[in-house]
């Protein structure tokens, strides 16, 4: 993802600029263009906004009801965690790529995640929105059945032609992909309904709702919905964070939980958050 243009006001009225960004359509507002996946090894060198909180030491008791110990991992864990499944040599040029361009990729749990997904979905049709430089589509095609074809939309055409080198040179069939750019919200509504396995969303944070809504329609009975970027920084759980991101992120999620007719949904703290959901059956 990596169109430079003016993104659309959401919540709030801050004006709107312009910078690159992980493997989305890239539409991002000022204060998002600090902002990274603060788990990307690739990251730029600026710090992400807020700092994880430091992890309790060993046996610390929590504030929760009851003095009950610490649940959750330590950075240590975190770090395994995220590499746990280590990349092969074609991630990790993509990655390089996606360095050189200024593009922030997936992280490394993240692009664990959406094999394994992929996987269990037995996905055949797959959309991804935000082609970046192919480090999400490589992971989607490890888990793809091996027939499978991943229709890719992104705004910036140097991104694309970055990651379509990717996947030659992993050996990926150039009939078992579409790379189509232009702006995901003019593509979607053209795709067919109920056709799809998996929808990845890593675009505009600022279109998050409008990208569920096409999903729902895109995605067969039982099919996954993946949405990046969910905790985005530790903002969305920060209640006093109004940034027009967050704010949209926020609704985004809400919307998910209470379309209980609509989708199984489940939050993970994995990379910078991965809102995972599952199509109920109509």
Same mark, same amino acid.
């Given at each position: 993802?990596?169109?430079?243009?003016?993104?659309?006001?959401?919540?709030s009225?801050?004006?709107?600029?312009?910078?690159?960004?992980?493997?989305?359509?890239?539409?991002?507002?000022?204060?998002?263009?600090?902002?990274?996946?603060?788990?990307?090894?690739t990251?730029?060198?600026?710090?992400?906004?807020?700092?994880?909180?430091?992890?309790?030491?060993?046996?610390?008791?929590?504030?929760?009801?009851?003095?009950?110990?610490?649940?959750?991992?330590?950075?240590?864990?975190?770090?395994?965690?995220?590499?746990?499944?280590h990349?092969?040599?074609?991630?990790?040029?993509?990655?390089?790529?996606?360095?050189?361009?200024?593009?922030?990729?997936?992280?490394?749990? =993240?692009?664990?995640?959406?094999?394994?997904?992929?996987?269990t979905?037995?996905?055949?049709? =797959?959309?991804?929105?935000?082609?970046?430089?192919?480090?999400?589509?490589?992971?989607?095609?490890?888990?793809?059945?091996? *027939?499978?074809?991943?229709?890719?939309?992104?705004? *910036?055409p140097?991104?694309?032609?970055?990651?379509?080198?990717?996947?030659?040179?992993?050996?990926?069939?150039?009939?078992?992909?579409?790379?189509?750019?232009?702006?995901?919200?003019?593509?979607?509504?053209?795709?067919?309904?109920?056709?799809?396995?998996?929808?990845?969303?890593?675009?505009?944070?600022?279109?998050?709702?409008?990208?569920?809504?096409?999903?729902?329609?895109?995605?067969?009975?039982?099919?996954?919905?993946?949405?990046?970027?969910?905790?985005?920084?530790?903002?969305?759980? *920060?209640?006093?964070?109004?940034?027009?991101?967050?704010?949209?992120?926020?609704?985004?999620?809400?919307?998910?939980?209470?379309?209980?007719?609509?989708?199984?949904?489940?939050?993970?703290?994995?990379?910078?958050?991965?809102?995972?959901?599952?199509r109920?059956?109509?």
């Amino acid at each position: 993802m990596t169109t430079r243009k003016t993104t659309k006001k959401a919540a709030s009225q801050a004006p709107a600029a312009t910078t690159t960004g992980s493997g989305s359509t890239a539409k991002r507002s000022t204060s998002a263009a600090k902002m990274h996946d603060i788990f990307s090894p690739t990251a730029p060198d600026n710090p992400p906004v807020v700092e994880p909180a430091p992890p309790a030491p060993a046996g610390a008791e929590s504030a929760e009801p009851g003095g009950a110990p610490r649940q959750g991992p330590d950075q240590a864990s975190w770090a395994l965690a995220e590499h746990f499944r280590h990349e092969g040599p074609e991630a990790a040029a993509a990655r390089e790529a996606a360095a050189r361009s200024g593009i922030v990729p997936v992280a490394p749990g =993240v692009a664990t995640m959406l094999t394994f997904l992929a996987r269990t979905a037995r996905a055949r049709s =797959v959309v991804e929105i935000g082609s970046g430089t192919g480090v999400s589509g490589l992971a989607l095609f490890a888990g793809m059945a091996g *027939d499978g074809v991943l229709t890719s939309i992104d705004s *910036d055409p140097e991104a694309q032609r970055v990651a379509r080198g990717v996947f030659r040179d992993a050996g990926i069939p150039s009939n078992r992909f579409r790379l189509i750019t232009g702006d995901a919200l003019s593509v979607m509504p053209k795709l067919s309904d109920a056709a799809y396995d998996l929808v990845f969303v890593d675009g505009d944070k600022l279109e998050y709702a409008e990208y569920i809504e096409q999903a729902q329609r895109l995605l067969r009975a039982g099919g996954v919905l993946v949405v990046n970027n969910a905790l985005w920084n530790n903002l969305v759980a *920060d209640p006093a964070n109004d940034d027009n991101e967050t704010i949209v992120i926020r609704e985004a999620l809400e919307a998910v939980t209470t379309m209980e007719t609509a989708w199984i949904p489940a939050l993970l703290p994995v990379g910078n958050g991965l809102l995972v959901a599952s199509r109920a059956d109509d």
